[in-house]
């Protein structure tokens, strides 16, 4: 297993397989990366101290499978042992939605905030019925009925981490099926977080914000595993109130620009070359780098790819079909990538048939209404699978 899992707010590792699958490699194999290696007597065979890398190299060749696997089997013993004793006081809530933080052991006391479903907490005592636990901020009492605990936690808590991955790559494709060959169905960006739904060594399964599924590989992502906890009221209050102001912010964002009155009118501007046209068409589309994208959007700064070029070229006098398939199929004269300028619509598709558009504005490069994770966006030409290239000017 590559270790390229950063693990956050747990103590330990809780699985107990994981020990196993990290650290088998050391003792079961030849393959060693340091110099210079130090093992513990419990799990290795009797060597203790510093050993030189011939050194190290040499006994573990003479491991037998039999000693490698007393080995695997006392540190599975050691690792229980710990992982027990460590989450003998672990509570997992398993409701509905959300259950009540009381501030004392009855339905009377005041509520403190909210235990959600699947949030893990340490129970620090027992009163009747109730539980006394701490999650995240938040100390209070729970009903004992809403939570799995003890050895039943602990045998179900990898069910409850909750994993995403931070792309490391600057693009990283994400295909319909685990294998390189597969076909693409979208991509992400360095930065980007998506979930994960299920991993191992060389794929994760993940899915982005707009609901979508896929694979991408899991040498150009960071796992990141931690546990959901208790709110406190507070804390409630605070994220309610930041999705509040963001809702707000981003209807305004698009009030601005549909009242926004654009300095450029191609109807009434007459360009004396075709590239003064270009240069003019590309510092128009630029204005909207930043907007939201809005699936079936009919007004800039507030509409989807082919809404995007669509739009664009209707400022300077142009029609454009409002489809992607109709701009790649009935505008304009098909061109060479070679061939394009300024202004030319570029057309994707991971299919036979085009899926996006985007506005080429030079030097390998587009601005494009990406997604509604994105928004309107800069990137470089190539970031799709490219079917055609359409000059709607001349």
Partial sequence: MKKRTVRKNTKR?????LALTISLPLIGTNSIDAKAVKTKEKASAGFSGYLSYDEAKERLSKLTAEQMAANAAQLNQVTAEEAREEYQNLAIA???EFVNVRSGPGTTYNTLGRMYNGAVADIVETDGDWLKVV???LEGYIKSEYFIIGDDALDVIDEYIQRTATVNASVLNIRKEPNADSDKVGYLFNGEKVSVLELDDDWLKVKVSTGEEGFVSAD??????EFKYA???E?????DKARREKLAKEQEAIRSQLKEDTSIVGSAVVYETNTELRTAIVDFALQYVGCPYVNGGQKLGATDCSGFTMLVYQQFGYSLSRLTQGQCNNNGRSI?????QPGDVICYSYGSSCSHVALYIGNGQIVHAANSRRGV?????????IIAVKNMID
């Fill in 235 to 239: 804390e409630i209050e605070a994220e």
């Fill in 220 to 225: 150009y992502a960071t796992v990141y595993e």
């Fill in 336 to 340: 060479t990538l070679s061939e394009a």
């Fill in 94 to 96: 398993k409701v509905d």
């Fill in 13 to 17: 590792l809780i699985a107990l397989g």
């Fill in 231 to 233: 709110k406190t009221n």
């Fill in 377 to 385: 966006v800069i990137d470089n030409v190539g970031i799709e699978p």
């Fill in 135 to 137: 999650s995240g901020s």
